[in-house]
């Protein structure tokens, strides 16, 4: 398969990612959507890896998976609070910041 | 001329600064009172002492000697703007004899006078005078027009305070206010004045003006322009129509203060300066004309309201400033030296009389003369006096008065200016028969019932009284005797004297025989009698235009600010406040909606990368 199959593949679930971040009210649904566009760019360091036999891009992913699990932790966490102090994670509704 | 030491002439100038300084300062001295009012007549002393020697030891010298010293000041690229100094000519060390002589003896005489003062007042009071007496010495001193207005202007600062010594007086406070305005006035034609003429000649000094102006190479465009306009500032210090009106308010001020001012210090001041600057308005001859008209018709003007005047201090006051006018034809005639002469002598017999009309102030505790009388048999010393006073104004041989008036009489005649030559000789009448009318009400006649016996005056009144007079004989006699006769026509004192004579009789059948009721004379002087008494409506006038002018413009300024500024400010605000609640509602305060905004961010940077 030629490098833009995976180009392809991983633009079309980044795009996935944000429809769902933007689109989600559920505060879990927008951190699933952001662990998709995150996946989505690793899918195009690998296949950038592989097609150009260049090993920095494997490490680059690897770091990435693991930012990503740290991020899912504290997000899920942040969530959990949010949900004890406000009794919802319906993301309309947090809206503190509102000028 | 004659030339005087300039060292003197400095110690002249410091003795009353630095009692000033001495008063101002020390507050324990100046809250003390006497001590003070000694330190003050001291000081004075010592410059009257300081001006006889400089007079004594004058030297005559040639016509083209420059008299001034001047130091610069003002340093600017290519020379010093302006210069300071000291210009010590005759007639500047006679002013300064002058200036001091009734200084002094007007300190000495209020320290009886105001003997009931707080002592805190006194001590503010003759700080005061010395500043006064300080700087009216500056100003005769003074060698160009720069340093001239500045002594000019704290003339009118002192005479300013002194007017209101009584602050707490609402109608002190507002003649001094009265007083200030009305010469600042004038003051503002004298620094247009002085600054065009600065301009168009790129000095300030007389010495290289008068220079140029004699030997004919003086080209200023709009000269007359400018001398008018100096003119202005002696018409508002000098007190002629139509800026006499703050005069007879100043009157306001204790009695010596009124002695000071009309006598040796700012009154004269206008006089003083357009006899100094004379060889610059003899170039302009149509000012000289204004000058003459305006002296003679202020003359006329001020004797026919003394005429009615009921207070006997106003009466003096607009006797004032019918004698400036007098001094200010003489200027106009082209006689400056006439206008000097009236000057000094008035400045005597002018002290004399306020200072004896403070001792009858004192008798009667009135100002009114109808409420007053007989009070030559009490004090016939005073009375005396006062009546010497009066005849030297009146200008009778062989006092002091008669000398000058006639010089002024004649220069006028000599100039060919008729109509103000006829407009003086009523004067000269009218001033008889009102300073008689004075003196027939308020020392013969009988006295009212109603008083009680009263203390002799203070010995330190009568004495400065005494040797006012003494010193108007004794300048009449000097004159008399040195044969000193004013160019003219023969008969021209005969004229005076007939008509100052009738004046008198006048005043004796209406106001001592009773032959004629006063009434019936006023009614049948109607217009002229209502309108005097009315004061020619010139305070009316001056407040209208006050009102009208002054308060009406303010008006639009007010009604601009209030709604045109205010409301462009307001207006800005008020879209500030709305932008600012619209542009509010942006911050949703949702995550989703802020990253809608990146998204859509980096599209557009997309776009726009692939379009570029």
């Known amino acids: 398969m030629p490098l833009a199959a995976y180009l392809v593949l991983a633009a079309l679930v980044f795009v996935i990612g944000l429809f769902g971040v933007l689109t989600r009210r559920n505060a879990v649904g927008i951190l699933l959507g952001i662990e998709l566009m995150l996946n989505a760019v690793n899918i195009n360091l690998v296949a950038f890896a592989r097609f150009r036999a260049d090993l920095a891009g494997l490490v680059f992913t690897l770091f990435t998976i693991a930012i990503t699990v740290a991020e899912v932790a504290v997000g899920l966490a942040i969530v959990i609070v949010i949900f004890r102090v406000r009794r919802t994670i319906e993301a309309d509704h947090l809206d503190l910041l509102r000028g | ?612």
């Open chain 2, 1 to 612: 001329m004659r030339l005087g030491s300039p060292e003197l002439a400095l110690l002249v100038l410091a003795l009353p600064f630095v009692s000033f300084l001495v008063l101002a300062l020390i507050r324990p001295l100046r809250r003390s009172g006497r001590p003070a009012a000694l330190v003050s007549i001291l000081a004075m002393a010592g410059a009257l002492g300081a001006a006889a020697a400089l007079t004594w030891q004058a030297i005559p010298v040639a016509r083209d000697v420059n008299p001034s010293v001047l130091w610069s000041w003002l340093p600017a690229d290519g020379g010093p703007m302006a210069s300071v100094g000291v210009w010590v000519d005759g007639m500047a060390m006679q002013m300064c004899v002058l200036v001091t002589l009734i200084s002094l003896l007007v300190q000495i005489y209020s320290s009886s006078y105001l003997a009931d003062e707080p002592p805190a007042s006194l001590g503010r009071y003759y700080a005061y005078h010395s500043l006064f007496a300080f700087s009216m010495l500056g100003l005769v001193l003074s060698p160009g027009f720069l340093q001239m207005f500045v002594f000019w202007e704290l003339v009118g600062l002192c005479s300013y305070l002194l007017i209101g010594y009584w602050y707490d007086r609402p109608s002190a406070a507002r003649a001094a206010v009265k007083a200030f305005w009305i010469t600042k006035l004038g003051d503002l034609g004298f620094v247009a004045g002085i600054v065009m003429l600065w301009a168009a000649t790129g000095t300030f000094d007389f010495w290289p003006l008068f220079q140029a102006a004699q030997a004919g190479t003086l080209q200023v465009d709009g000269l007359a322009t400018i001398m008018f306009l100096i003119y202005l500032g002696a018409v508002g210090k000098s007190a002629q129509f139509p800026l006499h009106i703050w005069l007879p308010d100043a009157m306001e001020g204790p009695t010596p203060v009124s002695a000071l001012i009309h006598a040796a210090t700012m009154v004269t001041a206008g006089v003083y300066m357009v006899a100094r600057a004379y060889p610059l308005f003899a170039l302009v001859p149509s000012v000289l004309m204004l000058i003459a008209w305006v002296g003679a018709f202020t003359a006329l003007l001020a004797a026919t309201m003394a005429c009615v005047e009921r207070d006997i201090k106003r009466v003096l006051a607009y006797s004032t400033v019918s004698q400036l006018g007098y001094m200010m034809a003489a200027n106009g005639a082209g006689a400056p030296g006439a206008a000097f002469q009236h000057l000094t002598t008035h400045g005597v017999f002018k002290a004399l009389l306020f200072l004896g009309a403070g001792i009858v102030i004192h008798h009667f505790h009135t100002n009114d003369v109808f409420r007053m009388g007989g009070l030559f048999r009490q004090r016939p010393w005073v009375g005396g006096a006062f009546l010497v006073a009066t005849l030297a104004l009146a200008g009778v041989w062989p006092l002091p008065g008669f000398f000058s008036k006639e010089a002024v009489l004649g220069a006028v005649l000599d100039a060919h200016l008729s109509v103000p030559f006829l407009m003086l000789i009523a004067t000269s009448f009218l001033t008889a028969f009102y300073m008689f009318r004075v003196v027939f009400l308020t020392f013969f006649g009988h006295a009212h019932a109603e008083h009680h016996e009263h203390p002799a005056p203070p010995i330190a009144m009568d004495a400065v009284c005494r040797a006012l007079a003494v010193l108007t004989l004794a300048l009449g006699l000097r004159a008399a005797l040195t044969g000193h006769h004013a160019e003219g026509p023969a008969w021209l004192p005969w004229i005076s004297l007939a008509w100052a004579g009738a004046g008198i009789v006048l005043a004796w059948t209406v106001y001592q025989a009773r032959a004629v009721d006063p009434a019936r004379l006023s009614a049948a002087l109607a217009p002229i009698d209502i309108l005097a008494r009315r004061r020619y409506f010139l305070d009316a006038i001056f407040a209208g235009a006050y009102r009208f002018l002054l308060l009406g413009l303010s008006q639009v300024i007010g009604w601009v600010d209030r709604y045109v500024v205010d409301g462009v400010l307001n207006a800005l605000s008020a879209g500030a406040l709305r932008a600012g609640d619209t542009l509010r509602r942006l911050q949703t305060g949702r995550a989703q909606d802020y990253v809608y905004g990146v998204a859509l961010g980096v599209l557009l940077l997309l776009v726009w990368a692939q379009l570029g």
